[in-house]
């Protein structure tokens, strides 16, 4: 599996921390190319797995280029390997079924990326195409971290409706859970909760306080066969402030 990520935006840098000042920050762009991909395998795992296990090797590929802040451009390589259990349905409206992954990935440039993600998705047999979708993703950095690399929600499938960078340290974790249902026609809909912290450490993140995101979501649907759709979801952000998030599938 590869994705392609083409970067050239003027970018908000608030600095590091859990509970960052909005009015407070630094603009620069950046411009760059960025290939993570990972090559898997089932190969030589006992048959009565089923498939349901896989192991692979991860490569991250990175050329970034910076202009409004004093940094040099950067040439990043990574390379590691990712875990897996796979139960969930095969589409991007999972039903049922759990997906539970670890990866690990050491950068040439002096920092290391963690990353343990869970999944379980749970039927509702009184609602057309309905099922409870529960999430945890927990990201965590060591060594000397880019300034751009610092874990923290992206507010479209983390955080839904959050402004990328407003908090950002060296370990993300986020918990959402999500209720998803058929409504009409191609029209599918969702109500989601997004709870997010980050800080030093996974250590540390006790002392950080919960940033939330509740709201509601419409999902037009592309491709029955894989249930491919374009979602817009808004939220209501700590209580207080109005986001909003639109992507091709789901969220998790």
Wanted: net charge neutral; hydrophobic share 40%.
């Amino acid at each position: 599996m590869a994705y392609l990520y083409l970067d050239s935006w003027a970018t908000k840098y608030f600095g590091v921390g859990n509970d960052l000042d909005e009015d407070e920050y630094s603009t620069y762009t950046l411009k760059g190319v960025r290939l993570p991909f990972a090559l898997g395998t089932d190969a030589f795992l006992p048959s009565s797995w089923n498939g349901l296990f896989r192991y692979a090797a991860e490569f991250d590929l990175e050329y970034a280029k910076f202009q409004g802040m004093d940094i040099k451009d950067a040439k990043r390589f990574g390379a590691g390997y990712n875990l897996t259990y796979n139960s969930a349905e095969r589409n991007e409206w999972s039903r049922r079924g759990s997906f539970v992954q670890f990866k690990h990935i050491f950068y040439n440039s002096g920092f290391v990326r963690k990353i343990f993600d869970t999944r379980t998705y749970i039927p509702l047999s009184f609602l057309p195409e309905g099922a409870i979708a529960l999430g945890s993703f927990l990201e965590d950095l060591d060594g000397d971290v880019p300034f751009d690399r610092l874990a923290k929600p992206d507010g479209i499938m983390q955080l839904r409706g959050w402004e990328e960078g407003l908090m950002a340290d060296k370990t993300f974790w986020v918990l959402q859970a999500e209720l998803r249902t058929h409504l009409f026609w191609r029209i599918k809909g969702a109500l989601f909760y997004d709870a997010g912290k980050v800080a030093n450490s996974v250590k540390e993140l006790n002392d950080s306080r919960w940033h939330r995101a509740i709201g509601a979501g419409a999902r037009f649907l592309v491709n029955k066969k894989t249930k491919s759709h374009v979602r817009a979801d808004f939220s209501i952000v700590d209580g207080k402030d109005f986001g909003m998030a639109i992507k091709i599938n789901e969220a998790f």
